[in-house]
């Protein structure tokens, strides 16, 4: 008897260059199941979410990681702006992909390792 796949809820957390790449690959992808959008630039990512037929789309990055379809996150945003997203989903204990760099300085990736170490997880 053949297993049912559990299927995946997509977040894309920022809708640049990578970002689209992303979320154009995942809409195609058949084991992502639900696709949201983020960015802060709200014409960026409505462009996007009408690209990739998202099945949402906010400028909050909280209330997407939040919404309970989403399994797994990719942190796209630029390199400065990836603490905030990437802790708001470790704190849901999302499975995670981060663009690099991690972080773009020491105490910051110090301080994301301390708190994601703290909740199970391995940066
Ligand atoms: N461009 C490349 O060739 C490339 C290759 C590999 C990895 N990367 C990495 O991927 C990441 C994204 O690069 P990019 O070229 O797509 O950048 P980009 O500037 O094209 O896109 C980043 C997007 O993030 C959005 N953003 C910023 N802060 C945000 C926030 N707090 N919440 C929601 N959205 C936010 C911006 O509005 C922008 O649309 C970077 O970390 C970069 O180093 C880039």
């Not at 949402?56 to 990681?65: A, G, R």
Request: charged share 30%; hydrophobic share 35%.
């Amino acid at each position: 008897m053949r297993q049912q796949r559990k299927q995946i809820g997509l977040a894309v957390v920022g809708c640049g260059t990578i970002g689209r790449i992303r979320a154009e690959f995942a809409r195609d992808y058949p084991g992502i199941g639900w696709l949201g959008l983020c960015d802060s630039n709200a014409e960026v990512g409505q462009k996007l979410a009408e690209d990739a037929r998202a099945d949402f789309f906010t400028t909050d990055y909280n209330e997407l990681l939040k919404r309970p379809e989403v399994t797994a996150a990719i942190i796209a945003t630029d390199e400065n702006a990836h603490v905030g997203p990437l802790l708001a989903a470790c704190e849901r204990r999302l499975d995670l992909f981060i663009e690099k760099p991690l972080a773009t300085d020491a105490r910051t990736r110090r301080g994301y390792s301390r708190r994601s170490r703290k909740r199970g997880s391995t940066p």
